[in-house]
């Protein structure tokens, strides 16, 4: 089914290994993606592209454009797509979405390399894979990035995997070397211990239950931000439908503000919001979201 391997640059090591055999590819990101994306390959060598994905007009999925754009691009071009939680536009496919899209790859010789950092996050472990075993069931070869930063909290260990799917346990054994390859290129050998908990946790019954517990914990704390922040932007009277931000998954969301109302929260009130206005929706709690909705009622 597949190579994998423990490592901390999954998403880099992945662009490594694509620009090694597939050299002369464009690889294309969502508008807007993880910042990150862009700097990654492009540092592999690759030229970085857009395809169009989050509408700021209805502060969702552009899904005609994304189609469109997805049947344009080049023959054998690199795809980026992230399996959920959008980052950072908390706007996800539907399922009937991601069978469309799979159709194209079906009928393209293109390569999706999925993004998958936030498993767990939206609507659950199981339901934040649908877009990886969905692609699996139809039969296509393609890579997956996940990272355990978020859902174990070990952000400093930057501890993550590279599945890489072929047609053959044959095919896998050759990929698997090449990849080995490039991991000793890049650091040689990569750092075990955060690799070494998560292995642990998931391979115990009980500590994965408990892990489990928690992170539908903090999955449901993040959905009662959501619903707390809409609430109160309307109890402080801001003007507005700020209901899709419910409707978001993950830890992200584009809060709408213009430009200047969020150099005024910076400058006025502390809250260091990007100019996208995108918000990490995680870093709301029930001591700062008062404080948080009527600055925005003063500046918006």
């Known amino acids: 089914l597949s190579a994998r391997l423990m490592n901390k640059g999954y998403v880099e090591i992945g662009a490594d290994f694509l620009k090694r055999f597939n050299p002369d590819a464009a690889v294309y990101i969502s508008t807007p993606s993880w910042e990150n994306h862009r700097a990654l390959f ?7 592209e857009q395809y169009k994905y989050y509408n700021p007009a209805t502060h969702g999925l552009d899904f005609d454009a994304m189609v469109a754009d ?13 399996a959920c939680c959008h980052n950072p536009s908390g706007v996800d496919l539907s399922t009937d979405q991601w069978q469309s899209v799979i159709k ?49 909290s070990l952000y400093r260990e930057r501890v993550g995997a590279l599945t890489v799917v072929t047609e053959s346990p044959e095919e896998s054994k050759r990929v698997l070397s090449q ?23 998931l391979n115990d019954p009980e ?14 704390r993040i959905k009662t931000m959501r619903r707390g922040f809409v609430h109160g932007l309307a109890r402080h009277g801001v003007q ?3 209901s ?16 200047e109302a969020v150099h005024k929260l910076r400058s006025d009130f502390g809250l260091y919001i990007v ?26």
């Open 42 to 48: 492009e540092a592999a060598g690759f030229r970085v």
């Open 70 to 82: 997805l049947k344009s691009i080049p023959d054998g071009s690199i795809v980026v797509l992230h």
């Open 104 to 152: 194209i790859f079906q009928d393209r010789p293109l390569t999706a390399f999925l993004d998958f950092a936030y498993q767990g996050f939206g609507e659950g472990i199981d339901g934040d894979a649908y877009a990886v075993r969905a692609f699996l069931k139809a039969g296509l070869k393609f890579l997956v990035s996940n990272s355990f930063s978020k859902s174990f």
């Open 179 to 201: 990849v080995k390859r490039i991991v000793r290129t890049n650091y040689s050998s990569p750092a075990s211990h955060g690799g070494q908990i998560v292995s642990l946790v």
């Open 207 to 220: 500590l994965r239950a408990k892990w489990e517990v928690e992170l539908s914990g903090m999955r449901d």
């Open 240 to 242: 507005g439908d700020f």
């Open 244 to 259: 899709f931000i419910e409707k978001q998954a993950g830890m992200f969301s584009f809060a709408g503000l213009p430009l």
């Open 275 to 300: 100019d996208s206005s995108r918000i990490c929706v995680a870093a709301l709690n029930e001591k700062n979201l008062d404080y948080v909705c009527s600055s925005i009622a003063k500046v918006a």
